[in-house]
Nanobody
Framework: QVELVESGGGLVQPGGSLRLSCAAF????????MGWYRQAPGKQRELVAD???????YYVDSVKGRFTISRDNAKNTAYLQMNNLKYDDTAVYYC?????????????WGQGTQVTVSS
């Protein structure tokens, strides 16, 4: 079994920055993709950014140029640096990882961390 532990959410003013972290623990052979999703009240969960083990990245259009995803593969950890935060970035952010444990790939989710952008 694999557990994803998130940290770094909080309250920030518009234009501010936050850095989210997601560390994976457990039976891990390889992590194929690590990413961040978010869900705002009354909205569907959306993919914000993800990164493959080889470093290929994806960003939703609304965060391009403001958010940066990175990974430390040796630590099975992903980071999301969020700059120039806007009111619309307010949401619960969830870490996701596609993990190879030797029994085939499986998807895992973190517990979620609240990001609130407010003046």
């Amino acid at each position: 079994q694999v557990e994803l532990v998130e940290s770094g959410g909080g309250l920030v003013q518009p234009g501010g920055s936050l850095r989210l972290s997601c560390a994976a623990f457990g039976r891990i052979f390889r992590i194929n993709v690590m990413g961040w999703y978010r869900q705002a009240p009354g909205k569907q969960r959306e993919l914000v950014a993800d990164m493959t083990g080889g470093g290929r990245t994806y960003y939703v259009d609304s965060v391009k140029g403001r958010f940066t995803i990175s990974r430390d593969n040796a630590k099975n950890t992903a980071y999301l640096q969020m700059n120039n935060l806007k009111y619309d970035d307010t949401a619960v952010y969830y870490c996701n990882a596609q993990v190879e444990s030797g029994l085939g790939p499986s998807d895992y989710w973190g517990q979620g961390t609240q990001v609130t952008v407010s003046s």
